[in-house]
């Protein structure tokens, strides 16, 4: 797990995707966050990812690391967290988000990765394939 958070934090933005229906929606994210031993994600409860979400919550997260000339996709089931002490952790690692969420505005979403396989790829070699 803390592989896949390193190289999230690394490339800055990752791209989630969700469903909608039969439709695939696919949007950037910034936020990953570890807590109380899981890797966490974060949106408002107010977006339509949240909505997605909630409706299926199978997600796919990919990654690019152009400097590296690797990447990685991670599957998962997203899980609600609602603990005031999750989303004050993930803020707390994200300050800039303080100006539209906070931990008591009753919008703030806070997600953990439940049974992620996350396979990182790199041009040339076999798959890393990674549980948590």
Not at 6 to 26: C, H, M, S, W
Not at 46 to 64: G, H, L, R, T, Y
Not at 70 to 91: F, G, N, S, T
Not at 118 to 127: I, L, M, V, Y
Request: hydrophobic fraction near 35%.
């Amino acid at each position: 797990m803390q592989e896949v958070y390193d190289f999230l934090k690394k490339t800055g933005i990752y791209y989630l995707a969700t469903v909608e229906g039969d439709q695939p929606r696919v949007r950037p994210f910034g936020t990953v966050d570890i807590f109380d031993g899981k890797l966490y994600i974060q949106t408002g409860k107010s977006k339509d990812v949240s909505k997605q979400i909630a409706a299926n919550p199978k997600i796919e997260i990919c990654a690019f690391d152009p400097a590296g000339g690797k990447w990685i996709r991670v599957q998962a089931a997203a899980v609600e967290d609602p603990r005031r002490e999750a989303k004050k952790h993930m803020l707390d690692a994200y300050p800039s988000l303080r100006d539209r969420y906070s931990e008591d505005d009753g919008n703030t979403l806070v997600l953990y990765l439940k049974d992620a396989v996350a396979t990182f790829t790199e041009f040339g070699k076999d798959p890393k394939i990674v549980k948590f």
